[in-house]
Structures are given as C-alpha cells and as structure tokens.
C-alpha cells in the first residue's frame, strides 16, 4: 500500500519544504545498509568465534531450535547447551506480568495497568522484580515484555501491552528492559511485529504501509533495540504477505540493517513455517521444537538450499548474547534466591499507581464517614481475586486476597460490610427433583479406571435460559442434552486458551459452561465420566433466568441496606481469543442498572482487560479501572477506595462510547480482515488520533484520569535546542490533599511536511506528587524523534520543521496551555 493523502490532511497540505532531517542535525538514526545483514555484537569477540569454530553441523543446529527440557519447572521454552565445550541449556519462560512457571512467583498488576502511571521508573522496577525471579527460578530468557500497540479494543492481549500511543509505550519498553536485563535475566521483546489481534492471528496478513508501520507499531521495537534487548520475538501473522518469521523487511532490513540489532531472533511457539525462507530472511531459532530448524536445516545446508553461513550467523547471534550476559564463560553472577516480600511490595505499589479513577461524582470517593462504615460489596470479583488474564501471561502468584476481605479490614471493626454475589459464575446445584433417575450432581466421585455412565431426563418447569455449568478434574465428563455435546474440547489451543478466571472454580476443579434456551419439559440426559488414572470429580449445575433474578434480587437487598456500594465487574481476557464486544459480559450491566437504581452512592471497580463502553456510567457515583491488578490488587483497590493513596493512574488507551464508534468500527477490511487480509487504512491515526481526526468523542480519553485533588498550569515557555524542544511549565495543586499529577505536553503537526499528520501527538509527560497547595516548575523534553515524521522515498526520519503548536494538559482531550513554537533543524 502507499502512504496515503487522506481527505482529512489535505487541508493541512500547507507549503514548504520537506526538511530531512540528518543524522547530525536530528539525533536519529538512518537506515544503514544490507551490510550490516551479518552483524553481530562486535564485543562478542574471541571467545564466540573460538566456540562457533570448534561446533559441529550438528550441535549448531541443536543451538537454533527448542527441545523438552529434562528438568523443567514448566517453562515455556529450552534449547540444550553444548557440554562438550561448556555451552549451558538456555532456559526460557513467559511473561509479561511476572515469571510463569509452574513455581510461585510474584504476579504483578498487568502491563496496562503498570503503563497507566506513566512512569519509567515503574517499569523498571517492574523489570527487576521479573529479572531476578526469572534468575531465581532457574530462567535465563524472559520472553517479555510485548510492545505491540493496542489497535483495537477487542484485542484479547491488550492487558499484556502499554498502550496506543508509541512514545509511552517506547518508554516503558526500555525501561522494563533495562530492569530485566540489569539482573542478569535476557528480555525478549514481542511480537514483531503487527501481533495486533488475536483473532486470526496465526494467519492474518496485515497490510500497513511503509509509513505507518514505522510511526505507530515499531517504535517501540526500535526502542527495545535501543534498549539493547537480548531477543526479538517474531509474530504469528503476516506483514504485507509473508509471515513475520520470514520476512525480510522486518528480519534484516529493519531489524538489523536500520536498527542494528545484534542478538537474536526466536519464532513466536509454533510460528515457524519455512526452513530456507526463514533463515534466509533472518531468522535465527525455531521454538519450541524443530520442525524446520532441525533436521530439515541440516537437509537444506547438506543439498546447498541453505549456505552454512546462514546457521552461523544465528548461532553466533545467540553465543554473542550469552557471552554479554557471562553465561559462556563462568562470569555469570549465581543465581539469586526469590525475595517475595519485595516482589509483593512493588506489585502493591505499582498496582495503587496505575490505578485509575473515571468518575468520581460529588466527591464519592474516597470512602469517608457513613460511606466508610456501611458497604455492600457485590459482584463475584469482589470475593474471588482477579489477579491476572490468561494464556502465557498467566502467573501462579504467591497468594492473592480477596477484595472483600481486604475492604472488611480496611473499613474495620465498627463497621459493617456485606457482600452479595449479584452475578454468579459458576451456577447452583440442579434441583434432583428435575432428574430421572435422580443422581448427585454435586460431587460425583468416578474411581481411577472406571467409566460413570447416566441416561436419564432433565425436566425443565418452564421455557428458560440455562447456562450448564460442569466443574472437573481430570479428564472433561461428556454431557449430551438432546444429543447436544454440551462441553466438547476445543481443537489446538482452543482449550489451552479459554479462560483465565472464570474457567477455575475457587476450589481448583476446571470449569466450563454452555448457555442454551431450554424448552418446557422433558429432555434427554446422557453422561460419560472417565475415572482415568487417578480418579475424578465433577459438578454439574446450572444457572437459570430465575436464578439470575435471584442473584440480583440479593444484591439489590444488600445494596439497599448499605449506605454505600462497591460493586466489582469483571471481564476475563486471554491471549488465543479477542472480545466480540466491548460491553461486559454475562449480565453484568443488568446487575449494575440494578444495584444504581436501588442506591446511587454506588461505585464500579472493573477488572477488565481494555476499555469497556458504559451505558451505566451516569447511573454511578464513581468508577475505578483496576485492569487485571495482580497478587496485591485488592490490597491496592481497598487503599484507593478509601484515600489511603491518590489513584495514581491515566488512561493509556481511549474507551470508545460503544461498538459502533472506534478507529476499527464498521469497516470489517480494519478488523477482523477479510478473506485473510486486513488493512491499517488508518494510517498513523491510531488511537487518540483517530478520535482527533475524526472528530468523534470517546467514552474517556486517552491520558484520562482522576485525582483525589485537582491541579492547575500556568506559564507554559517552548524552548528549541537540538535535541528537541523544552516545554517548561508550572504545576500547582489546588485542592486540599496531596495527590498525583501526569501533566501531559501535546504536539500539533508540522507545516512543512508535506504529509497526512496528526491533529497532535503525546510529545512528553510528567507524573508528579505535590502537596497540598505546593506549586512546582517543571521541563518536558519532546524529543526530535517525537517532532518527526516517516519519509516514504528517503526511507528515514523527516523532522518536521516550522511552527507547531504545543499543548499542556491533563488529557488528550482537557488541553489548558496552548503556545507557538518554531522548530527549525
Ligand atoms: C505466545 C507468546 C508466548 C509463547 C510461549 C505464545 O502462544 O504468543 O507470547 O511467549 O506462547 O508461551
């Protein structure tokens, strides 16, 4: 696709030159050329040489590609050393909010929620947290941290990533980066690149234009090389017709040609398609196994389809950077034991510092006086903690609490909490008078090698909607209704994939459900359980439209007899699946109609993966996003509540209204794809810029978020050096209690680019305690890089000179300063 003219730039085709910024002038880098193909760190030295010399073919190739691990703590990944001349296995786990094995380890509030401080110094931390568990638990590659953007609302990873905006995002990757690797732990950043979705996404081909590939997704990529990340994941789907791991563009001319990456690139699991095409674009190890980079390699190099040179070069990639981090040659430090208590403490910390508050009408929080000493806390996440999302960012925490105890102890002992669980997921038991014969549907023991049959009949009273609900352990029973399979397993990773939270009952036993409109009457029940080799039990159950009135009934009750409520909502994202809507699931938005309506001092703490439209919203006194908040989130969520801290957290995304109002609404060709293609006919206006742009209006922007006090700017000066422009500007707290401020600078574009820009762009930030009343000066650097735009014919950086507008404000859209500045290069 070409770069693009849109209608909506054409008015902002103003004269002028296109001045191309250079490197000296800009500070940035340009592309270098196909030379630096074969690069590779060039401190790696002797040593590497020496032990790439002394490899045969064989333990070459066993260097490129994943094998089962003899002694696995059940990481995802491991490549087998070379003992013979003192090569160590590599060992590789996930992810991105904490180290998932099948130990404990510290479950840390999910990236999104980590970004929404807008803090680097956070995310550092964040990343010593995971660097030195990873090392503790016998890791040696962490594959982590994602960086992809956050494109469409559906996206079913967008809790494992930043943000829609690349400069925040470029930010936070490098500093987690720099706190991963500072501990001996080699990052890996993924999934490079356009891994935007789930849906599809093993096949998907993305077709993005040379331009906004370079300005919206890779920077952060390229701030990740910058950052010197060990490793480079690629994606499963396509870039504009072949597959990530094997595309040239992305492989050797970006990656290593303009970027200069020198470690290596692994394949996302399973992601491999090729042998020759592979290696030849740039690849360098297959995971987890070796379909194509074993014995097909050896083939390829042994018939010429692969110049041994090749498999050189990827493994002198990989030895360069497990010499950089002195696992060749015995400098390693040893490893460290884990340190849970600190792990926890930065999970508390930084779980209160993303938090971020939406609505907070009249002043209802934090919870004071009456509203402090009667709460009703209703929703099943308000009992059972939320502490992470599902697929490979899944941690085992060390322990996690339940919101509700954590407000009990929080509001204390004179006062008087309830709870109602207003919204049930995992169902009641099946009256037995409805089955014939009846049986114990609550706890059917099977023993080990024996097969539990029923055949009988389900008798519906009335016509109703039924969720069936069955809890198991080992083996899935099989439930026929009518000759329906109720719970068949899904194929691939179709099973793997489906569920976080809500796919465990609180006692472990697995769960799934089946939503169906039942018929008045009889209905023929068919059950097949297999003991298999240790034994097995399962509840089936159900929840009914009559049910769910009950449920809601109770909470109305609870809500009605408390003078405030705090009710939790939840929305269980994977990586595997996107939403199909942004609305909450289940009948979430029916119990919060009705828990507003009987008591208005009612508050919403989502647990949700993205934005999440609203409909409810004017019903409420206040609404707190949490995200998936870790191990410590209900410690963090009950501190907030109550004003023990200031919600510290922005938006990192914008919340759209409603479905139908989105930068991927509407046009199937944006999202999901069509035929297998889809198009990033948005250009660069992504995000906020999209809204811009289109002049549509968000739910909540993008950089939205709420203190416990209230901020003013005033005396906003722009001054031009040449690494970019220094916007100074005073800050002063207002109200009448300390609390957080993420000043935000925004740029407009460029007059001189004769190009389709932004109605403006995050140019910088600053996130900053004041006192009550303390007023405080402060310089945001935009850098050039921020001041530039991608020039499709010089394939590099353009500055985009002349004068700009800059902002300051609290959000995207709550701009206060505004001045003129001239960038000249
Ligand atoms: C995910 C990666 C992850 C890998 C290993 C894949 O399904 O896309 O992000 O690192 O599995 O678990």
Not at 479 to 496: I, K
Request: hydrophobic content about 40%.
């Amino acid at each position: 696709m070409s770069d693009t003219v849109s209608r909506r730039s054409a008015l902002r085709l103003l004269g002028g030159a296109i001045a191309v910024a250079t490197a000296a002038t800009s500070g940035l880098t340009l592309p270098a050329h196909a030379a630096a193909l074969d690069r590779q760190d060039p401190s790696a030295g002797p040593l590497v040489e020496g032990l790439a010399g002394k490899l045969t073919l064989d333990e070459k190739i066993s260097l490129l590609h994943g094998a089962t691990d003899p002694d696995s703590l059940g990481q995802a990944g491991y490549v087998p050393g070379v003992p013979r001349l003192g090569i160590p296995p590599l060992r590789l786990a996930d992810g991105p909010a904490g180290v998932r094995v099948t130990r404990h380890a510290t479950a840390l509030p999910a990236p999104v929620l980590l970004a929404s401080a807008f803090d680097p110094g956070l995310a550092r931390r964040y990343g010593q947290v995971i660097g030195r568990e990873g090392r503790a638990l016998g890791q040696d590659v962490l594959l982590s941290p994602m960086v992809n953007l956050i494109r469409t609302p559906y996206g079913g990873r967008n809790f494992e990533t930043f943000s829609e905006d690349p400069l925040l995002a470029s930010d936070l990757v490098a500093a987690e980066i720099k706190g991963i690797q500072g501990e001996g732990l080699i990052a890996t950043v993924k999934h490079f690149a356009m891994n935007n979705q789930e849906k599809d996404r093993m096949s998907i081909d993305v077709r993005v234009d040379e331009r906004t590939m370079h300005e919206v997704e890779l920077r952060g990529f390229a701030a990740a090389v910058a950052a010197r990340t060990g490793a480079v994941m690629g994606a499963y789907n396509k870039v504009n017709g072949t597959f990530a791991c094997e595309n040239k563009t992305l492989l050797s001319d970006i990656l290593r040609a303009q970027w200069g990456f020198e470690g290596w690139v692994m394949t996302d699991w399973f992601a491999a398609h090729s042998t020759v095409a592979a290696i030849t674009a740039g690849l360098d190890m297959e995971m987890p196994g070796g379909t194509y980079f074993d014995a097909a390699l050896k083939k390829a190099v042994q018939d010429g389809s692969v110049p041994e040179k090749y498999v050189d070069r990827a493994v002198r990639r990989i030895l360069a950077v497990m010499h950089r981090f002195g696992l060749l040659d015995g400098k390693v430090p040893p490893r460290p034991g884990r340190d849970p208590k600190a792990g926890a403490a930065v999970a508390l910390e930084i779980a209160k510092a993303g938090a971020t508050l939406l609505r907070n009408e009249h002043h209802a929080l934090p919870l004071t006086g009456a509203g402090a000493r009667s709460i009703a806390v209703v929703g099943p996440t308000g009992s059972l903690p939320f502490v992470s999302g599902g697929g490979s960012a899944h941690v085992v925490p060390d322990h996690a609490g339940s919101p509700l105890d954590a407000i009990k102890s929080r509001a204390g002992q004179g006062a008087h909490v309830s709870y109602a669980l207003g919204e049930d997921l995992f169902g009641k038991a099946i009256p037995a008078g409805a089955l014939s014969p009846a049986f114990t549907t609550e706890g059917q023991g099977v023993g080990a090698g024996k097969t539990w049959t029923y055949d009988g009949t389900l008798t519906a009273e009335d016509a109703d909607e039924w969720t069936f609900v069955i809890h198991y352990s080992g083996e899935r029973p099989k439930v026929l209704l009518d000759g329906e399979d109720l719970f068949p397993v899904l194929p691939g990773y179709g099973e793997y994939f489906s569920g976080g939270l809500v796919s465990a009952a609180p006692d472990g036993l697995a769960v799934r459900r089946k939503a169906l409109d039942l018929a008045k009457g009889a209905h023929k029940l068919q059950i097949t359980a297999k003991g298999g080799d240790g034994g097995q039990l399962f509840r089936l159950r159900r929840i009914t439209g009559a049910t769910r009135a009950q449920d809601v009934a109770e909470a109305v009750q609870a809500a009605r007899a408390a003078h405030s409520v705090v009710l939790f909502a939840y929305e269980d994202a994977t990586e595997g699946l996107d939403r199909t809507t942004i609305a909450l699931p289940g009948h979430q938005t029916r119990l919060i109609e009705a828990v507003t309506a009987a008591n208005p001092r009612t508050t919403v703490v989502l647990n949700t993966s993205s934005s999440t439209s609203m409909p409810w919203l004017k019903r409420t006194a206040a609404v707190l996003q949490m995200y998936y908040p870790g191990q410590e989130g209900a410690a963090a969520t009950a501190a907030v509540l109550f004003g023990d801290c200031d919600p510290g957290g922005r938006l990192t995304q914008s919340f759209a209204a409603d479905d139908d109002h989105h930068q991927v609404a509407g046009d199937p060709r944006r999202y999901p794809g069509v035929d297998g293609t889809e198009e990033y006919s948005e250009g660069i206006h992504a995000g906020y810029r999209w809204y811009d742009a289109e002049g549509v209006r968000p739910l909540f922007p993008f950089g939205h978020g709420l203190s416990y006090t209230s901020f003013a700017y005033d005396d906003l000066r722009v001054h031009r050096h040449k690494h970019g422009l220094d916007v100074s500007f005073t800050v002063r707290n207002t109200g009448r209690r300390d609390g957080i401020d993420v000043a935000q600078v925004y740029v407009g574009p460029s007059p001189d680019l004769r190009l389709d820009q932004a109605v403006r762009v995050l140019g910088g930030y600053r996130r900053l305690f004041l006192r009550a009343g303390e007023r405080r000066r402060i310089t945001v650097r935009v850098e050039n890089s921020t001041l530039s735009s991608w020039d499709v014919k010089r394939h590099g950086w353009v500055l985009g000179t002349g004068r700009r507008t800059v902002w300051v404000g609290a959000s995207s859209r709550d701009l206060r300063l505004r001045t003129n500045t001239e960038v000249f290069a």
